[in-house]
């Protein structure tokens, strides 16, 4: 099965893509992660996508189509994996549509986490975040036991750039504007499956799965 998640930048489309790719055994494909890994060991992709990156701004699309072909002609994804954050433009869709039809394959499912901008914000701008483990907290649905001061670690929190109202505002805004046009994109093609992304997390798990099958 080859699966597509759709959704705005933190309407949990990743933490439902890794529980599919668990439930089914199969590759959880994400260009945001193959990005951050590079940056994160200085390679030359690294550096090449980190400003983008840290400017809220989608990835040149002949860059990421290469880095995403690359991954998804690897021996493991040859059963079927899942995408996530992949593809975010027009262009990216159709040159993976026209890979997949070079091998007589095409996606099954373009699964669309709905969620409305209000509630993003709320959920992104929320979080809080330790410098020194990476734990992440909220400070309405996941308070630390003492406002501001990592439960693990006792060091203080921050709100990550990524975070911040400016930050997210503008990549809601090129979601918006660049990813939304792909819900259109699959609906015609009739494989597109839309869930609301603001029920809990293991109900829209619930619902992705009736979608997919057992
Ligand atoms: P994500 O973790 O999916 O939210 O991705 C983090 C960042 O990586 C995005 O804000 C983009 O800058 C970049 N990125 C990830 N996937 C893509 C893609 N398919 N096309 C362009 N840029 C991408």
Redesign the pocket.
């Known amino acids: 099965m080859k699966i597509i998640m759709l959704g705005a930048?933190g309407a949990g489309k990743?933490t439902q893509a890794k529980m599919i790719a668990d439930q089914y055994g199969m590759p959880h494909v994400?260009?945001?992660?193959?990005?951050?890994a590079n940056i994160k060991e200085g390679t030359e992709l690294g550096k090449e996508?980190k400003s983008?990156?840290d400017?809220?701004?989608?990835?040149?699309?002949e860059?990421?189509?290469k880095i995403?072909l690359d991954r998804v002609g690897k021996e493991d994804c040859q059963n079927g994996f899942i995408l996530?954050?992949?593809?975010?433009?027009i262009p990216?869709a159709e040159v993976l549509d026209k890979a997949l039809a070079e091998l007589g394959d095409a996606i099954d499912y373009a699964i669309n986490v709905d969620v409305p901008d209000e509630h993003i914000i709320g959920r992104m701008t929320g979080r809080r975040a330790c410098p020194t483990c990476g734990a992440t907290y909220h400070i309405v649905h996941i308070p630390p036991r003492q406002e501001g001061i990592c439960d693990g670690c006792g060091k203080e929190l921050v709100l990550r750039d990524?975070d911040k109202l400016e930050t997210v505002k503008k990549?809601l805004d090129?979601y918006h504007e660049q990813t939304q046009p792909l819900i259109e994109y699959y609906q015609e093609k009739g494989i597109l499956r839309t869930i609301n992304g603001t029920a809990a997390m293991q109900d829209v798990f619930t619902e992705i799965i009736n979608i997919l099958g057992k």
């Open positions: 930048p990743g994400s260009t945001g992660d193959i990005f951050r996508v983008y990156m400017q809220g701004l989608l990835v040149p699309d860059l990421t189509v995403l996530d954050g992949f593809p975010r433009t990216q990524d990549r090129v």
